[in-house]
């Protein structure tokens, strides 16, 4: 079972077109961090059903921890007009925010963002990190995690928090109480998002970041290992378009 995370795609529509024809094989796709930008989230706006239609034909089951600037109040239902969307999009292969989905034998729970749900899983999928992981550090020096998620983190005791929305973070992964947190970052090339592979069968973490001068960096850690076991792996030129940037 092979997970692929992405976070903060914003539509960037050939992020999505990667994804869906030329990404390495997986068996469930995770989103977390921005689905769409701010000027996608007008209550009618045609990101919102673009991204809406793209999700539904993926190829593979596809796990959403996301949002995007929250757009308007809607006062029919009380709630964010994001938040009433994303909850739109669940369905037979699309898990939303709220949503558990079963692994070969583990579970993976889709955190709703900003509020205080919680459920007991292996795996969680969160927009934003808790306050205190590396991960939820900007590589600035400021913090940009929730508190109020680690609580329920503490709580529910997840082995792995799988987040976004801290775009450059200090690093894309740390082992913080007990838990492993990843993070792959927003990256500089414009047709490829940084991107984690989580391979539970063969225990193992493959992080692949999008340098600016088309070099990829990859990291690779087992889920065994203290994060300062990470080996770094000699960094290859991005490929063309036309082919599939496979990770063996």
Do not use: Q
């Not at 992405?6 to 994804?19: G, M």
């Amino acid at each position: 079972m092979i997970l692929l995370h992405v976070s903060d795609l914003r539509f960037n529509k050939p992020w999505y077109h990667w994804l869906a024809s030329d990404s390495p094989a997986h068996d469930v796709l995770v989103i977390t961090g921005d689905l769409l930008d701010a000027g996608a989230c007008g209550r009618s706006g045609p990101a919102a059903g673009w991204v809406a239609g793209w999700m539904r034909e993926y190829p593979r089951p596809v796990v959403v921890a996301a949002g995007g600037p929250s757009g308007p109040w809607d006062g029919d239902v009380s709630t964010w007009w994001i938040d009433r969307w994303l909850a739109s999009l669940a369905g037979d292969r699309v898990t939303a925010p709220g949503g558990m989905t079963e692994l070969d034998g583990m579970t993976l729970y889709s955190h709703p963002a900003g509020t205080g749900a919680g459920r007991v899983a292996d795996i969680w999928a969160v927009r934003t990190p808790p306050a205190g992981p590396g991960v939820a550090w900007h590589d600035t020096g400021h913090g940009g995690g929730d508190p109020d998620l680690l609580y329920l983190i503490r709580r529910y005791g997840p082995r792995l928090v799988l987040c976004g929305h801290v775009a450059s973070p200090l690093s894309w992964v740390d082992h913080f109480e007990g838990v492993l947190y990843l993070n792959p970052g927003v990256g500089d090339s414009l047709r490829v998002p940084n991107h984690i592979l989580v391979d539970l069968d063969a225990g193992t973490v493959r992080h692949r970041a999008l340098a600016a001068d088309g070099g990829v960096h990859e990291s690779l850690l087992g889920l065994g290992m203290p994060v300062g076991d990470i080996a770094d792996l000699e960094p290859t030129p991005e490929t063309d378009s036309s082919e599939p940037l496979l990770v063996s």
